[in-house]
């Protein structure tokens, strides 16, 4: 599993999916927030299943 997510791509998924947890929690939106959890994943992980499929690399 190559790395394809680079440093900035990263910062805004982390962001990104910590808004969308926190929103949950507040109770601003639904359960749908706790997907966030996804994007914090792939940048804990540095590697994207879609950007794969796409031939993207940000890094």
């Not at 791509?9 to 929690?25: C, E």
């Not at 939106?29 to 994943?41: M, S």
């Amino acid at each position: 599993m190559e790395q394809n997510v680079g440093g900035i791509d990263r910062v805004v998924r982390l962001i990104a999916g910590a808004a969308l947890i926190g929103l949950s929690v507040a109770g601003v939106i639904g359960w749908w927030g706790w997907l966030g959890v996804v994007p914090i994943l792939g940048a804990l992980v540095g590697w994207c299943p879609v950007y794969r499929l796409l031939g993207i690399k940000t890094n």
